[in-house]
C-alpha cells in the first residue's frame, strides 16, 4: 500500500513547488517506506501547459520490488502515473489492448499508460480496473490531470484546493490540513478532472445495476442464491489477491470471515512462489479473548503457522492518540477497532510481511450485523446493505487501510471485489435476511450471514469447522475482548466531566458527541486535525451495533441501547440486556 501525493495549477515557482511537494508527500512515507518518487512539470505555455503541476510517489513494494518504482512515465515522457493499490486483472488487460504494448516494467500499475492511450481521461479507464486502487494521472500533451478511486474506497483519497486555485490530491489528510482552505473525503466510485465534458466535477464511473447512484431505494434484486455460484465468485476474488512478489499472510480473527479467505488461501498457496511454503495467519486480542480462542480453532483445522498476538488494556489506552492520527478519525467503533489492529499490524511488519488478506465487508454485503435480526422486511433489508457499501470508505475500509498502513503493510478486502458485488449483491434479500425465533423449526431457522455460510457449508470437503462455520457474528472490537470496549468507556468517563459532556453542543455543534468516549477522542482528534475541512471528512449519527441512523427505527429498544458494540442489539450471546444504556447519553 503506497501514499499518493499531487498540487495541479500551482502558483509556486518550480523549486518552491518540489519542496513543498516533499515536505507534503513525506507524511504518508509510513504507507510507502520503500522508495519515494516525484515529478515536477514545469509552467511552459508554447506547449500549452498552463501552471505548475508537482505528483509524488511514496512506495510499498509488493509487486516488482527492483523495478517498479512510481510514478511511472510513459516512454515519450508525456504521461505521469501515480497510483496506490493493485490491478488484479492487468495481464488481461494487457492483453486485450487493440495496439501491443511491451511493458516497461513489471508493475501491474503500468497497464494504465496503454489504457490511457486508447481511452483517455474517460470514466471507462477506471471500470475496466478489477481491485483496488487510487490513482492520479497527468498527461503533459494535452495539459490533462485525471484522478480517480475505487469502487468502494477500499484505498484513501482525499481532495483539497487551496487560495490560489491549486488542487491538492492525498491519500492522506495529514497532508493537507496545513495546506489547504476546503478539502473533503474523494468520493469512492467517481473520477475528477481538468478537463473532458465536466471539468472540476466529481463523476460516477462504478454504477452497479443492483444500486446505479450506490443510494438505497430501489427495488430489490430478485435473483434465486445458486450456493455453487457464490462459492466460486469469492474463491476467485480471494485467489486474484494471492498475487505478490513479496511474502504475505492472512488477518484471522476466527470469525466467519476471516476464516474463509484464510481457508481459500490454504487451499491454493501452493501456486504461488512468493509465499512461505505455508500459510502464515495473524490474530489479536486479550488474553482469553473470544478471536484468539476460536482463531487458534480454525488455524489447527487449517494447518497455518499461527501468530496469536496479546496486548493489554493500558498498552492499548497508551496507542489511542497514535491510532487517531494515522485512522483520522473520531468516530468510536473506527477507534474502538483500530486499535488492536494497530498493535498486531507493527508485529505483522517485523517479520516481514507486506500484505495480508482481510475478511472486511462481509458483514455490510450479507447484513451480517446483528442489528438486521431486527429488518422489519426484505426491502428494509436491501436498502440498509446499499447504504452500507456506500459508506464502507469511512469506516471499515478506512480502518482496515489505514491502521495498517501506519506500519507498511497493505490490507486486501475480498469481499469487495467488483465482480464478487455482482454476484452476491444481486441476490433476492429474502435469502440473506434473519429467520429465527418462536414457531420457526430447526430446518428453517437462519442466523445472520445464512446465504454466504451456506455456500461454504461442504460436508464431504468442509472448508471450515461447523461450530465456526455456523458461529456468531463478533465485531472486531468485541472479539478482541469484552473488556477492551468496557475500559475504554471508564476511561472517558474519569477524563470527561459531566460538565465539559454538557457543553457538548456548544463546543462540537458539527457531529455533537452523544456520549464521553466519544467526545474523548473528539478532543484528541481537533488537536490533531484542526478544523471544520477536517471534522467534516468523518461521518456521524445515531448508531444500533453499526447500523445508520435508517435502522435505528426497526426496533424501539434501539434508541435505549446507542452503542456500535455489537453487545447492545440485544440477539448477542453476551449482550448488555434489556437496562443497557451507553455512557451518559446527551438528552437522556
Not at 490531470?145 to 475505487?150: A, P
Request: with cysteine; proline share 6%; glycine share 8%.
Amino acid at each position: 500500500m503506497c501514499g499518493i501525493f499531487a498540487i495541479f495549477s500551482s502558483s509556486l515557482p518550480k523549486g518552491d513547488l518540489r519542496k513543498e511537494l516533499i515536505q507534503c508527500s513525506s507524511k504518508l512515507r509510513h504507507r510507502g517506506p520503500d522508495w519515494s518518487g516525484y515529478v515536477v512539470v514545469e509552467k511552459d505555455e508554447s506547449k500549452g501547459i498552463s501552471m505548475n503541476h508537482g505528483i509524488a510517489h511514496e512506495r510499498l513494494a509488493i509487486m516488482d520490488p527492483e523495478s517498479g518504482s512510481q510514478p511511472l512515465v510513459s516512454r515519450g515522457g508525456n504521461l505521469i502515473v501515480a497510483a496506490n493499490g493493485e490491478v488484479y486483472n492487468y495481464k488481461e488487460l494487457y492483453s486485450a489492448l487493440s495496439t501491443p504494448y511491451e511493458p516497461m516494467t513489471g508493475s501491474d500499475c503500468e497497464v494504465m499508460i496503454p489504457l490511457w492511450d486508447e481511452l483517455g481521461p474517460s470514466p471507462e479507464l477506471p471500470n475496466k480496473l478489477r481491485g483496488m486502487y487510487s490513482v492520479i494521472m497527468y498527461d503533459k500533451a494535452s495539459d490533462t490531470y485525471f484522478i480517480f478511486r475505487d469502487n468502494v474506497g477500499k484505498t484513501p483519497l482525499y481532495i483539497g484546493w487551496g487560495n490560489d486555485g491549486s488542487v491538492y490530491v492525498a491519500s492522506e489528510m495529514k497532508s493537507l490540513v496545513n495546506e489547504c482552505t476546503r478539502f473533503q473525503n474523494f468520493p469512492p466510485g467517481h473520477c475528477y478532472s481538468n478537463k473532458g465534458p465536466n471539468p472540476g466535477e466529481f463523476v460516477r464511473w462504478y454504477k452497479p445495476n443492483w444500486a446505479p447512484e450506490m443510494k438505497p431505494g430501489l427495488p430489490p434484486p430478485k435473483e434465486k442464491f445458486q450456493a455453487d455460484v457464490l462459492r466460486h465468485a469469492f474463491e476467485q476474488s480471494v485467489i486474484r489477491r494471492m498475487m505478490s512478489d513479496v511474502p504475505w499472510g492472512v488477518l484471522l480473527s476466527g470469525g466467519l470471515d476471516s476464516s474463509l479467505v484464510a481457508s481459500i488461501c490454504a487451499r491454493n498457496i501452493a501456486r504461488r512462489s512468493s509465499s512461505f511454503p505455508k500459510l502464515h495467519s495473524f490474530t489479536v486480542g486479550l488474553e482469553g479473548s473470544p478471536d484468539l480462542i476460536a482463531a487458534k480453532r480454525v488455524a489447527d483445522f487449517l494447518g497455518t503457522i499461527h501468530h496469536a498476538y496479546t496486548y493489554t488494556i493500558e498498552e492499548g489506552l497508551d496507542a489511542i492518540r497514535d491510532v487517531i492520527r494515522s485512522v483520522e478519525t473520531y468516530d468510536l467503533t473506527t477507534i474502538r477497532a483500530s486499535t488492536p489492529m494497530y498493535l498486531m499490524s507493527r508485529k505483522i511488519k517485523a517479520m516481514g510481511i507486506k500484505m495480508v488478506l482481510s475478511g472486511e465487508g462481509a458483514d455490510e454485503v450479507f447484513g451480517g450485523y446483528l442489528y438486521f435480526h431486527k429488518a422489519p422486511n426484505e426491502q428494509e433489508f436491501y436498502d440498509e446493505t446499499v447504504d452500507k457499501i456506500s459508506r464502507l470508505h469511512m469506516y471499515d475500509c478506512l480502518r482496515c487501510n489505514k491502521a495498517m498502513s501506519a506500519w507498511g503493510v497493505e490490507p486486501r478486502t475480498p469481499f469487495l471485489d467488483a465482480d464478487f458485488l455482482q454476484v452476491a449483491m444481486n441476490i433476492d434479500p429474502k435469502d440473506k435476511m434473519i429467520v429465527k425465533g418462536p414457531g420457526v423449526s430447526k430446518e428453517d431457522t437462519r442466523i445472520e450471514k445464512y446465504a454466504i455460510r451456506k455456500a461454504f457449508d461442504t460436508p464431504d470437503d468442509p472448508y471450515l469447522p461447523d461450530d465456526i462455520l455456523w458461529r456468531q457474528k463478533e465485531q472486531f472490537s468485541d472479539g478482541v475482548g469484552y473488556g477492551w470496549v468496557d475500559s475504554l468507556k471508564e476511561v472517558a468517563e474519569r477524563e470527561v466531566s459531566d460538565q465539559m459532556f454538557a457543553n457538548a453542543a456548544n463546543r462540537y455543534p458539527h457531529n455533537t458527541p452523544t456520549t464521553k468516549e466519544g467526545f474523548r477522542y473528539r478532543m484528541i482528534f481537533e488537536e490533531l486535525f484542526p478544523g471544520e475541512a477536517a471534522e467534516r471528512t468523518v461521518p456521524g449519527g445515531k448508531t444500533i451495533a453499526c447500523s445508520t441512523e435508517r435502522a435505528m427505527g426497526w426496533d424501539a429498544s434501539f434508541a435505549q441501547r446507542a452503542d456500535p458494540s455489537g453487545r447492545s442489539a440485544g440477539v448477542h450471546d453476551s449482550s448488555y440486556g434489556e437496562t443497557f444504556v451507553a455512557d451518559t447519553v446527551l438528552n437522556k
